[in-house]
């Protein structure tokens, strides 16, 4: 063979399991424009943060410090405007939004601008209810441990702290008599290597798991990901948007 082909053949595993790292196929087992808001009620809703060009963190990274991190580029910021604008459309509404301290992450939740309502919308009500945009809380639960400490979190700590939150969950869930209906579902901006050990689901920048903390097992959200390189109005506000969180 030529030294071309040679040298294309000797590359193709590496480019492989790169692309198996960092851009997993979502695996659609919702699709987001068919989910109501019951099918996620009291479920947890996990994205991974929109796009940031690169992998880990830059030497000198202080997770206080944005400028010193691998942040959204102008791609990442309106895939992740968009995404809010996606879950808009579909009417989901959640209760909380929690984010990584990582600022990629910090910077999706933002402006994903979710939207969240003090009344639980009901087929009967749901047109009346009014909604507001969450305010996103940070939290270690969802930290990156991708590397080791100090540039990223101990992963047992993280973990331990992660499926805490969830235990806690199911158990408000199995308080709940039987005629009320289930809370709104929680919305979580993280990384890749947490929503893989979570969930055992490989998924790509910007996409999202659904995970039951009554039984376990998770599914994967299909977003419209063709509008995410689209110059669209919904995503207009993102230049307003600094990455300074």
């Known amino acids: 063979p030529s030294s071309a082909a040679h040298s294309m053949k000797k590359a193709t595993p590496f480019v492989l399991i790169v692309l198996g790292v960092g851009f997993a196929p979502c695996g659609v087992a919702l699709k987001l424009s068919e ?4 099918q996620v009620r009291g479920k947890v809703v996990l994205f991974r943060h929109a796009i940031a060009p690169g992998g880990g963190d830059p030497e000198g990274f202080d997770v206080q410090r944005c400028e010193t991190q691998r942040n959204l ?4 910021r309106s895939q992740a405007c968009d995404l809010g604008w996606q879950l808009t459309s579909a009417n989901l509404l959640f209760s909380k ?9 910090m910077d999706t939740a933002k402006l994903m601008t979710v939207r969240g309502s003090l009344v ?9 209810v009014d909604t507001f945009v969450l305010n996103y ?22 973990m331990s702290k992660l499926n805490a ?16 209906p289930k ?13 893989m050990a979570l969930t055992g689901k490989a998924i790509c920048s910007g996409c999202a798991v659904v995970y039951d ?12 990901i063709a509008r995410l390189t689209s110059n669209n109005s919904s995503c207009s506000r993102v230049s307003s948007v600094s990455s300074s969180s």
Not at 97 to 105: D, E, G, I, L, Q
Not at 137 to 157: I, N, R
Not at 166 to 177: E, F, G, P, S
């Open 35 to 38: 989910t109501k808001l019951d």
């Open 73 to 76: 580029d102008a791609v990442g």
């Open 97 to 105: 939004v929690f984010s990584s301290p990582w600022c990629r992450c």
């Open 120 to 128: 639980s919308p009901t087929p009967t009500n749901a047109r009346g």
């Open 137 to 158: 809380e940070k939290t270690p639960m969802l930290s990156s441990f991708y590397e080791a400490p100090p540039k990223g979190a101990d992963k047992a700590a993280t």
């Open 165 to 180: 939150h969830m235990d806690n969950l199911k158990t408000q869930i199995l308080k709940l008599d039987s005629l009320q």
């Open 183 to 195: 809370p709104l579902p929680e919305l979580m901006v993280t990384h890749y290597v947490v929503i």
């Open 213 to 224: 903390a009554l039984t376990g097992t998770a599914e994967t959200l299909e977003m419209d």
